[in-house]
């Protein structure tokens, strides 16, 4: 299991646990509206909305990756292509080398 998902799992029962424990009715105001809700409701909405949050930064940082990755593997492609044809054309460069050196020989 990956350390930071351990991690996660450990914050989000620590916030669940506080968010438990401080359960009192509060009264929420937002710009315009007012409401009374659980405090516990407001810590836990507050934490997914932070989770979303981050979720939507890695999103786009892995997108990214993902798009360096492609380009690295068409480059790998590209390369290991361009490698065979030298191969080749090393391999008929030395075969003629070798005909012209028996011809010199003889």
């Given at each position: 299991m990956d350390w930071k998902f351990f991690l996660a799992i450990i914050f989000g029962l620590l916030v669940?646990?506080?968010?438990?424990?401080?359960?009192?009715?509060?009264?929420?105001?937002?710009?315009?509206?007012?409401?009374?809700?659980?405090q516990a409701i407001v810590i836990l909405?507050?934490?997914?909305?932070?989770?979303?949050?981050?979720?939507?930064?890695?999103?786009?940082r892995w997108i990214k990756y993902q798009s360096k990755?492609?380009?690295?593997?068409?480059?790998?492609?590209?390369?290991?292509?361009?490698?065979?044809?030298?191969?080749?054309?090393l391999e008929e460069y030395t075969a003629q080398k070798e005909t012209a050196n028996k011809e010199k020989e003889k």
């Open positions: 669940a646990i506080f968010s438990l424990q401080n359960s009192d009715v509060v009264e929420i105001s937002f710009i315009t509206l007012e409401f009374t809700v659980s909405a507050s934490a997914a909305f932070g989770a979303f949050a981050v979720l939507l930064l890695s999103l786009r990755l492609r380009s690295a593997s068409k480059t790998i492609s590209a390369l290991e292509n361009e490698n065979g044809l030298l191969k080749i054309r």
